[in-house]
């Protein structure tokens, strides 16, 4: 995880915490206990070089000050953040016990949203420490603490798409015959670089067959004319998401190919066309998978039609049967409706949509339609 390179300073970070701080209140809970990682990053603009056995958290609690645990080696660091003028950093040394220091803080009977990725020595350390104290994953407790981005979020979200299509748009006159999909991948991750991610998080290659693996690990495949080949590449850029899929075809495609294809960008039109305020995140699932399943493909449609970005290339909402949570302006995600055909080829088709105050916008906007590459 790197940390952002974007145009955010103290006020925006302490803006940030005083929401999630409140947020935890709303949900009943004590506070919220944020390890390292994306959570981390978005707070406080604080991403440690390493991520060690030491602790590093930072406790929000309604009411407090926020508080940044922090190992006095890296408490340096940690003072350069970008929102370290709106924390209290308290740092600790070698030989000292983290988990009673951050006891002082905490309310010892309380509730308390932590980190995902909180390692398990940390946690069972703070619930030795404070055995009458209970804990919910963030992602339970607050599922939609990152989902609505602001305008300088929205602005880099659209400045990566805008460089992932720039790799479409190159990656599409390279040669694909003859060429190992690992060849191809590293093409792609290159043309990322170029167009300025910083982090490349994955560069699917998946050609004939391969293609109805939807996360197919790119090999030694040799792509022949006549492949059917899915793309499905992202990473951060200037601390923000991309993610697209294009499907492409070396040489000629059969009536078939070409009809399943033509089905997919329909049922990717159909997801974006759900999109609008109030819209509960299901329907753009279930307007994707109406297309594909009244065509007779439904059981080759295996996966959710989308999920958020941001900080992180897959972070909530999700757009998936079930989930209830209104779409609001500012949230971002992907459509990406998929056909896959077992031993035979595969289909999908993604743009990042953020959601407007009367519909939708797409942050990708390279061809849809068939492409032929050589």
Known sequence: ????????????????????????????????????????????????????????????????????????LEAPDAAKAAGAPAL??????????????????????????????????????LQKALPGTSHASLTDALPMLRAVKDAAELRLLAAAGAAADATFEEIRKVPFAGRRESEVAADLAGLLRRFGHSQVDFTIVASGPNGANPHHEVGDRVIGHGDMVVLDFGGLKDGYGSDTSRTVHVGEPTDEERQVHDLVRAAQEAGFRAVRPGVA??????????????????????????????????????????????????????VEPGIYLPGRFGVRIEDIVTVTEDGGRRLNDTAREMVIVN
């Not at 002082?104 to 932590?114: E, H, K, N, P, V």
């Not at 999700?318 to 949230?331: A, D, R, S, T």
Request: glycine residues 10%; charged residues 20%; aromatic residues 8%.
């Open 281 to 334: 995140c299901q329907e753009v699932d279930r307007a994707a998978r109406a297309v594909i399943a009244d065509a007779g493909y439904g059981e080759y449609f295996i996966h959710r039609t989308g999920h958020g970005i941001g900080v992180t290339t897959h972070e909530p909402p999700y757009m998936i049967e079930g989930e209830q949570q209104p779409l609001v302006p500012g949230m971002c995600f992907s």
């Open 1 to 72: 995880m790197t940390g952002t390179a974007a145009p955010f300073g103290a006020d925006d970070y302490r803006a940030r915490m005083e929401r999630a701080a409140r947020a935890a209140a709303e949900a009943g809970l004590a506070g919220l206990l944020v390890t390292p990682g994306p959570d981390l990053v978005w707070l406080t603009g604080y991403a440690p070089t390493a991520v060690t056995e030491r602790l590093t958290l930072l406790v929000l609690t309604p009411g407090q000050d926020p508080v940044l645990v922090v190992p006095t």
């Open 88 to 125: 209290t950093l308290r740092d600790w040394t070698d030989g000292k016990d983290p988990y009673a220091a951050t006891a002082a803080l905490l309310d010892s009977t309380g509730r308390f949203g932590i980190s995902d990725n909180a390692w398990a020595m940390h946690l069972l350390g």
